[in-house]
């Protein structure tokens, strides 16, 4: 009976041991849970939205043309800027020595400005 009695001892003490361990183990992992943020009430919290930020350039483009137009018989100011891609009012500013729409003359030679096209283009990063 003592030598049951010895190793029902051991088993019990082993028993502790293992026990005590568990408990221990049990308490440093939750704890460490804990500090990584993953108790109920942590799991509940939401984060922050992100800010974003767009950022747009714009490029401008010149494009090429003739400077200097000769005026045609029967050609009219609104004509010529519509064929040039300008404003009546553009032409009359670049020449100053016209009085109006009306006050060109065939074989006349008129500065025409130049024409600029402005294009915003998104340079947003791709998600």
Not at 18 to 28: C, D, E, L, R
Not at 61 to 74: D, M, V
Request: glycine content about 10%; overall charge negative; some cysteine.
């Amino acid at each position: 009976m003592s030598s049951d009695g010895a190793t029902g001892g051991r088993r019990s003490f082993e028993a502790l041991g293992v026990g005590a361990t568990a408990i221990a183990v049990g308490i440093v992992v939750s704890v460490g849970l804990a500090a990584c943020g993953t108790t109920d009430e942590a799991s509940r919290m939401t984060l922050p939205p992100l800010e974003t930020t767009t950022t747009t350039t714009t490029t401008t483009t010149t494009i090429p043309f003739e400077r200097f137009y000769e005026i045609q018989p029967g050609d009219s100011l609104s004509a010529i800027a519509a064929a040039k891609g300008v404003s009546v009012v553009e032409i009359l500013n670049a020449n100053p020595q016209l009085q109006g729409e009306d006050s060109i003359q065939a074989g006349q030679t008129i500065e025409i400005p130049a024409t600029t096209i402005t294009t915003p283009v998104d340079t947003e990063p791709a998600p």
